[in-house]
């Protein structure tokens, strides 16, 4: 008898890195639920990510929003039955995709907000693009919808990060000084009063693999995968 599943419409592609990560972490999780043979019902729109930077970088996030738009309708309309961006940065324009079609999103700071509310913390690092660190949508949401405030590193730090994700990590590379650099931007976090970090970059859980932090750390792309588990299934 076949398993009732739902349908999971992923934009991926930026960057590819971390979609393959999404892709191998949902099925995973549908395995471990039902069985060895199981695996999702899952549906990708790979975007070019160089389009998509782009318009990061001139600030053009209404063009971005646009695309994103456009792939949420191509999800909705190959039979998905919800929809996942698979990238922190591009959540900035999530009621532009949103609005695009009927099918709930889901989002990845109510993913990660539940995972820290669920170990009682309230105050934690936010590390990420530039663009995920400065601009309001992520902390706004985080700090309005589950009461976790976000603190960011100074300002070199979040230069040089910013730098690591889209010269680095994006491109597949992750070296064990990036990884030691990260680890020291979230011990200045905890000097600073964070009682966790988030991982606020869908490559982040690449680089640091399974190195301890000291702290509780959580990997937005995880916990968005097991968000798309459960609705899955569920």
Request: proline share 2%; aromatic share 6%.
């Amino acid at each position: 008898m076949e398993t009732r599943m739902r349908t999971i419409g992923l934009i991926g592609g930026m960057s590819w890195e971390s979609t393959v990560e999404y892709y191998r972490l949902i099925n995973r999780g549908v395995r471990d639920r039902l069985g060895p043979l199981h695996s999702a019902r899952l549906l990708l729109d790979s975007l070019d990510f160089s389009v998509i930077a782009a318009c990061q970088r001139e600030g053009d996030w209404e063009g971005a929003g646009t695309r994103l738009a456009e792939s949420a309708r191509r999800l909705e309309a190959g039979g998905a039955d919800c929809i996942l961006i698979g990238a922190n940065t591009m959540h900035r324009v999530a009621d532009a995709v949103e609005a695009a079609t009927s099918l709930p999103l889901l989002h990845i700071v109510d993913a990660t907000g539940d995972a820290i509310r669920a170990q009682g913390l309230d105050t934690v690092l936010l590390l990420g693009t530039a663009f995920t660190m400065e601009q309001a949508f992520f902390r706004d949401r985080m700090q309005r919808d589950h009461g976790v405030r976000c603190l960011v590193p100074e300002t070199a730090g979040r230069a040089e990060l910013h730098r690591l994700i889209y010269e680095e990590l994006c491109a597949g590379q992750f070296r064990p000084q990036a990884r030691e650099y990260l680890l020291e931007l979230i011990a200045g976090g905890v000097g600073a009063g964070a009682q966790g970090a988030i991982l606020g970059c869908t490559e982040l859980g690449l680089l640091l693999g399974d190195a301890d932090a000291g702290v509780p750390v959580f990997d937005t792309a995880a916990l968005h995968a097991a968000a798309a588990v459960e609705f899955a299934l569920g």
